[in-house]
């Protein structure tokens, strides 16, 4: 079996569990959550066999790089840091409601590389030639997918706020039933971001060093530089206001979708729509 077969049982399995995740908040069994999430597990694992299995695939080929290193293989790893970092915070608080808003995003990742984007395994260029390429993926993405957990549970409580504004108890046995209270919500958006935001600054520090090594320079303010600099100051906003101006709640929840968006611009929108010294991931 091949790495892109491994790929599409991932897909299949994530919209699997995305789909019992759902089923899971309409029938509010908890046996039902706990299916989404160990079919989470599964994806997770087939995934992760498709990656190494990829790697290898690519010394057989005389290339012998790690499969980070064009836009299909970054769709893919991103897919698989977001289910690591949603199943961290499942095992550990066990909240599974937030499986729905968070696995549709490694689903749809997924879905696009497998449907839309070139699969092949090519040579590295030049600039890619080096082991700080692991280095700063592996950091950055980690620090996305944590962003991308923070941005699906802010999506949770602007919806739950709204729901207790506008109906009080009533909607106590409904679909939105399941969610866990704002405060806990809030918390959580918190904790992810904790998590997130070191690990960009350190993919930032990566970068930097390997653009010195790459190009002989640590910045340049190529626009992948600068919309990394943008998203940093924007989660470093959120922790500032949060730590010395009580910054919680909707303000905090707002800001968290508004750094996610910021991230996939500086993801994708940068390596699509404009030109740079990036221009290879596309």
Known sequence: MSSSSLFNVTMIVYMVSTCIFFAFLASRNKTVGALGTYAALFGFAVQTAAIG?????????????????????????????????????????????????????????????QLSLDSNIEPLVPALQSNWLVYHVITCFLGYAAFAVACGISIMYLIRERMEQG???????????????IKILDDLNYK????????????????????????????????KETWSLIVWFVY??????????????????????????????????????LSGLHSYGK
Request: charged share 10%.
């Open 53 to 113: 299995m990829r790697w290898k695939e690519s010394y057989d080929m005389g290339h012998g790089h790690a499969p980070l290193s064009n836009l299909f293989e970054s769709v893919v790893f991103f897919s698989w840091t977001i289910v690591m970092i949603f199943l961290l915070i499942d095992f550990k608080y066990k909240y599974r409601a937030i499986g729905f808003f968070v696995m549709p995003f490694a689903l749809f990742g997924m879905a696009w590389a």
């Open 167 to 181: 109906g009080g108890n009533a909607q106590a046995g409904g679909l939105l039933s399941m969610f866990p209270s």
């Open 192 to 223: 992810a971001i904790m998590i997130g935001f070191p690990l960009l600054t350190l993919g930032i520090v990566t970068g930097a060093a390997w653009a010195n090594y790459a190009w002989g320079t640590y910045w340049s303010w190529d626009p």
């Open 236 to 273: 470093a906003a959120f922790l500032h206001a949060r730590i010395t101006r009580g910054w919680v709640g909707r303000r905090a929840a707002i800001l968290s979708v508004i750094g996610f968006a910021a991230t996939i611009f500086c993801y994708l929108g940068v390596n699509l729509f």
